[in-house]
């Protein structure tokens, strides 16, 4: 217990002494919060009605090669597996809608997302919108019992601990993609390759993409002619990416770390054709919504991962 | 106040799992144990070296000179820009590279069932290509590995 504490401590930098009335405002952020949890049951409810469309492609396309959680598919005419997993997610995201409070419910809500999911990806290739979903509907059945109407402190700092588990979660995927290609640059670097840190970086990855699936990107082209343009595009991707995790507890700069992100989803689409809408949902719910104490440049520039160390410094020189 | 304690031992530990199995799934064939995974999306940036890809000679009875490539095959191709197409048909070009004559003709017998409509003969191409010099058009010369013909619903 100590021990994360400490590395709690190490990951925050220099957390600002607490503000006078704090546990006032820890009770306005805890009904926040439990509002925002509601949202995210509701949005697995609009994940089962948006793919009404993909029905009748799940009941026409081939037979399925099963990911695990839909392992027992092998047994059973596919007719009867396709439509027991769709009714079976369709009933739990409505179930979750209504009884969001209710433990049993909430891991059934996980069963149904698993289900569908590893369905969706059971064609031969997996694909990656929907699996943050799945896995924070998996740290949500850890919510105590009550937290939706909860007066105890107990019982709203579990909540608190469950929600920031959920908003580590989302912050974490980002650290491991921008950790995969620092990783990866290196690599290429001893390879004598072009790697992330290069100008031609962004140019080359949009080129191949667009070239690999024939593509029509409105940026895209221009990215591949502008090389030195896109250049800092791809370093501060590299940056927001690797110290999101980071950025979970460091407040003040979480919602400009999200809208960073966002912007890069955004552009993403723009550059390369590639669309995760739902992270950019998860980001808004768990990042851009969740009431934050006021904060200011200053702090904000201290946070900062890497270069904060130097904005400390000047301002207690100044001081 | 126990029970806070031990939530947070559960969530940390939950965080420990996720990156053994993630890191664990790159072992795997998926390159990921569902739903843990790595992320490394992008890692690796493209640089000039082989690629693969298919074009179609013959679909039903229309037949294609010069060659029609898979990601323009609209009403051939079931997923004709899919990325997913991409990587598959780079699995295949591989296997064959590799010389893995079961493995190639698993793969061919999946890529007639999930991509394509219809009974189609095809040949799969090795390019060597730079990607911004190829965006900008400069034409790379192919090598056929293999033509196939496809005349029911597997090869």
Redesign the interface.
Same mark, same amino acid.
């Given at each position: 217990?100590i021990s994360?504490r400490k590395c709690r401590r190490f990951l925050s930098g220099s957390p600002p002494p607490p503000p006078p009335g704090l546990f006032r405002r820890f009770s306005g952020a805890f009904a926040n919060k439990v509002i925002l949890l509601r949202v995210f049951y509701i949005s697995v409810l609009l994940v089962a009605i948006s793919n009404f469309d993909a029905w009748s492609f799940h009941l026409a396309s081939?037979d399925l090669?099963p990911?695990?959680?839909v392992g027992w598919t092998a047994y059973f005419p596919k007719n009867v597996s396709v439509i027991s997993i769709l009714g079976f997610q369709l009933a739990t995201a409505l179930l979750g809608a209504f009884f969001f409070g209710s433990r049993t419910v909430r891991i059934l809500v996980f069963l149904g997302l698993?289900e569908y999911?590893?369905m969706r990806?059971s064609?031969?290739?997996?694909?990656?919108s929907y699996?943050l979903l799945?896995?924070l509907s998996f740290?949500l059945v $850890?919510l105590?019992r009550g937290w939706n109407s909860a007066s105890r402190r107990?019982v709203q700092?579990?909540t608190a601990?469950?929600f920031n588990?959920c908003q $580590?979660?989302i912050m974490?995927?980002?650290s491991?993609?921008g950790l995969?290609?620092v990783?990866?640059?290196f690599y290429?670097i001893s390879q004598g390759?072009?790697?992330?840190f290069?100008p031609?970086?962004l140019?080359?990855?949009v080129?191949?993409?667009?070239?690999?699936?024939?593509?029509q990107s409105p940026l895209g082209?221009w990215m591949?002619d502008h090389s030195l343009l896109a250049w800092p595009m791809m370093q501060a991707t590299l940056y927001l990416q690797l110290f999101a995790a980071v950025i979970v507890f460091r407040p003040s700069l979480q919602k400009f770390w999200a809208g960073g992100l966002i912007l890069f989803h955004v552009f993403s689409f723009l550059i390369l054709t590639i669309n995760f809408p739902f992270n950019c949902f998860l980001l808004g719910l768990f990042f851009l919504v969740e009431k934050q104490p006021p904060t200011s440049l200053r702090r904000m520039l201290a946070d900062l991962p890497l270069f904060g160390m130097v904005f400390r410094r000047m301002s207690q020189k100044s001081a | 106040m126990r029970s806070y304690c031990r939530l947070k031992i559960t969530l940390a530990g939950f965080f420990l799992a996720y990156l053994a199995l993630a890191l664990s799934g790159l072992l795997t064939q998926n390159k990921e144990i569902f739903p843990f995974y790595t992320w490394f999306l992008f890692a690796a940036v493209p640089n000039a070296g082989n690629h693969y890809e298919v074009v179609i000679l013959k679909n039903k009875d229309q037949s294609f000179t010069p060659p029609l490539p898979y990601a323009q095959a609209a009403n051939i191709a079931i997923f004709p820009q899919a990325i997913t197409a991409y990587q598959f048909i780079q699995k295949m070009g591989r296997s064959h590279d590799k010389g893995d004559s079961r493995e190639f003709a698993e793969l061919a017998r999946l890529f007639q069932r999930d991509f394509l409509i219809g009974p189609t003969t095809y040949q799969l191409l090795r390019i060597y290509y730079d990607p911004i010099e190829r965006w900008r058009g400069k034409e790379a010369v192919p090598v056929v590995l293999k033509t196939i013909e496809t005349t029911s619903a597997t090869p």
């Open positions: 217990m994360l081939p090669i990911l695990w959680p698993l999911v590893a990806n064609y031969g290739k997996i694909g990656h699996h799945v896995l740290l $850890f105590p107990l700092a579990k601990v469950v588990a $580590f979660l974490m995927s980002y491991l993609a995969g290609k990783a990866m640059a290429q390759q072009i790697h992330a290069h031609q970086a140019s080359l990855h080129a191949q993409r667009l070239s690999e699936t024939n593509g082209p591949i | -």
